[in-house]
């Protein structure tokens, strides 16, 4: 059975970094799109970046150049570097997993983690 458990939020100022982690366990780790997404209070859940099968990262714009995916296969962890933190990156972030896609395919998510809370004070 497929698990994702999320770690490595917290609190921090603006500026501040945090790295998540993302560790998953129940399948063959490496041929299998990941991504993170976030919640922020009385908003939809948004797409902040995914990593496919082949190694391509994309990012949502806002936070593009800020943010950084990356998975460690040996660990079978998938992680999210943040950089630059800004009040409104404040969300729970939660991770998910969706099967391999063909080159050039978009990714689809269909097994998520319960999230860690991510605080960015101004």
């Known amino acids: 059975q497929v698990q994702l458990v999320e770690s490595g939020g917290g609190s921090v100022q603006a500026g501040g970094s945090l790295r998540l982690s993302c560790l998953a366990s129940?399948?063959?780790?490496?041929?299998?799109?990941h991504g993170w997404f976030r919640q922020r209070p009385g908003k939809e859940p948004e797409g902040v970046a995914h990593?496919?099968?082949?190694?391509?990262?994309m990012y949502a714009n806002s936070v593009k150049g800020r943010f950084t995916i990356d998975k460690d296969h040996a660990k079978n962890t998938l992680y999210l570097q943040m950089n630059d933190l800004k009040p409104e990156d404040s969300a729970l972030y939660y991770c998910a997993e969706g099967p391999p896609v063909a080159l050039g395919r978009p990714c689809q998510f269909g097994t998520w983690g319960h999230g860690t809370q991510v605080n960015v004070s101004s």
């Open positions: 129940g399948y063959p780790y490496t041929a299998f799109c």
């Open positions: 990593i496919d099968n082949y190694g391509s990262a």
